[in-house]
C-alpha cells in the first residue's frame, strides 16, 4: 500500500489526524489515540 493512500482517524486527545502504522494492523478499529503521550493524557 502506498503512503498517500493509508487510512487515517483524528485523535480523540489532541483532535489531529494520524495515519495506519504497521503495528496497528490486528486492532486499527481500537486505535484511538496518535501516540502514547495521548493516550496516557486521555480525558
Do not use: G
Not at 4 to 15: D, F
Request: hydrophobic residues 30%; glycine residues 0%; charged residues 45%.
Amino acid at each position: 500500500m502506498k503512503k498517500a493512500h493509508l487510512p487515517e482517524k483524528i485523535c480523540v486527545v489532541c483532535e489531529r489526524p494520524f495515519t495506519w502504522r504497521k503495528k496497528w494492523e490486528k486492532n486499527w478499529e481500537e486505535v484511538k489515540y496518535c501516540s502514547e503521550r495521548c493516550r496516557r493524557n486521555k480525558i
